[in-house]
T-cell receptor, first 114, second 110 residues
Framework: VTLLEQNPRWRLVPRGQAVNLRCILK??????MSWYQQDLQKQLQWLFT????????VKSLPGADYLATRVTDTELRLQVANMSQGRTLYCTC???????????FGAGTRLSVL | QQKVQQSPESLIVPEGGMASLNCTSS?????YFWWYRQHSGKSPKMLM?????GEKEEGRFTVHLNKASLHTSLHIRDSQPSDSALYLC??????????FGSGTQLTVMP
């Protein structure tokens, strides 16, 4: 059973342009939603965890700038800007926050730089 | 500095053999460990979790945890070609985020 729907699945991003990603939660029993990035060396890194509609956070990491928004109880968005290296962004969900929070991953959005 | 170290980086085992993967955290606050498996081109999927000292077995998969040394290991017996994947260890120290290791690439040769 699919818990998360991510789109787009792949995007070629011209250097200097921003791209908007979307994640839809299919099961409200897993309301803690997060974004993780996986770089080209397969290293996974936490970006954000947003629980409530209206929550917003920004972060700058080597190779990209991020703005995450929890739009509704079922929708999470991520804007990726100034990306210089390709990466895959995964949306995740879990039943509880903090400890013992087993993560379930979406299918991912693969971003490549043009 | 990487807080979750995995070894080996890559591992090749024959079909039917035993694969042993290791993971250690350098963060003394870590309390919980997970093992995820990621097939090529797919997203990570949770394989097993362990939160208490000792051993946990599920089918062909066994995980061990030593909380004193913050070391966990995953053992796959009777390895199958379909087990070929990237195995990721993750740890939590009570915050929202899971810290992932860089993974062990397992190849099971038919």
């Amino acid at each position: 059973v699919t818990l998360l729907e991510q789109n787009p699945r792949w995007r070629l991003v011209p250097r200097g342009q921003a791209v908007n990603l979307r994640c839809i939660l299919k099961n409200s029993q897993y309301p803690w939603m997060s974004w993780y990035q996986q770089d080209l060396q397969k290293q996974l890194q936490w970006l954000f965890t947003l629980r409530s509609p209206g929550d917003k956070e920004v972060k700058s990491l080597p190779g990209a700038d991020y703005l995450a928004t929890r739009v509704t109880d079922t929708e999470l968005r991520l804007q990726v800007a100034n990306m210089s290296q390709g990466r895959t962004l995964y949306c995740t969900c879990s039943a509880v926050g903090g400890d013992q929070n087993t993560l379930y991953f979406g299918a991912g959005t693969r971003l490549s730089v043009l | 500095q990487q807080k979750v170290q995995q070894s080996p980086e890559s591992l090749i085992v024959p079909e039917g053999g035993m694969a042993s993967l290791n993971c250690t955290s350098s963060d003394r606050n870590v309390d919980y460990f997970w093992w995820y498996r990621q097939h090529s081109g797919k997203s990570p999927k949770m394989l097993m979790s362990i939160f208490s000292n000792g051993e946990k077995e599920e089918g062909r998969f066994t995980v061990h945890l030593n909380k004193a040394s913050l070391h966990t290991s995953l053992h796959i017996r009777d390895s199958q070609p379909s087990d070929s994947a990237l195995y990721l260890c993750a740890a939590s120290s009570g915050s929202w985020q899971l810290i992932f290791g860089s993974g062990t690439q397992l190849t099971v040769m038919p």
